[in-house]
């Protein structure tokens, strides 16, 4: 096979899997409904951590942007949608990367919500993570951060400045992945 073949090949199937429409990852729809709004799937990706893949990510907005910083500071309902694809994610490690991430968002000044991350972290992923299981975090103005797992309410986690940290994890200046972060962003 001469060397042109194989990269001829190697880029078909690249421009394959980029141009897969975002609701193509399984468990990630077009819509949800958010505290009886309806919100859009504005974008989606899928977390990978060295080579493995960790989660699919969903985030849904009342109307698409492609504006991080106005959708980080927006008081409106919205939600975020992660489907754990690995069976080497476990509690603990996703507990520990959302601790970096609420870090990484805030700049380190994590001590005005830490109430509310710690309510976030114990909920979330107090109990054991499984691969297929499907966490739901859906923002309203009046109830908060709703937390849910596989269909199952949680907690609700209240307060802004916590949905902007929660959202900044991934769309900050210093998100989890920056391909993730164009990704949700529908770049």
């Known amino acids: 096979m001469s060397m042109r073949l194989v990269q001829t090949t ?25 505290g009886g709004k309806q919100v859009v799937l504005n974008g989606a990706g899928t977390r ?23 959708i980080i500071s927006a008081n409106e309902a919205m939600a975020i949608r992660i489907q754990v694809v690995s069976g080497f994610a476990s509690a603990a490690k996703i507990s520990q990367a959302f601790k970096t991430g609420f870090h990484n968002a805030t700049g380190g000044k994590t001590a005005p919500i830490q109430p509310q991350i ?12 499984k691969k297929g299981d499907i966490f739901d975090f859906a923002y309203t103005p ?10 199952k309410g949680l907690t609700v986690v209240k307060g802004l400045p916590f949905k902007q940290a929660l959202v900044g994890i991934w769309l900050s200046n210093k998100p989890a992945q920056g391909s993730l972060k164009n990704q949700l962003l529908g770049k």
């Open 10 to 34: 190697f880029f078909s199937v690249l421009l394959l899997l980029v141009s897969i429409p975002a609701s193509a990852f399984n468990g990630i729809p077009d819509k949800l409904s958010v």
């Open 48 to 70: 990978t951590k060295f080579i493995i893949s960790v989660y699919n990510m969903g985030l849904y907005l009342q109307k698409k942007s492609n504006n991080a910083q106005q």
């Open 118 to 129: 710690n309510q976030f972290l114990k909920s979330a992923f107090g109990t054991s993570v």
């Open 142 to 151: 009046a109830g908060g951060v709703k937390v849910s797992k596989n269909n």
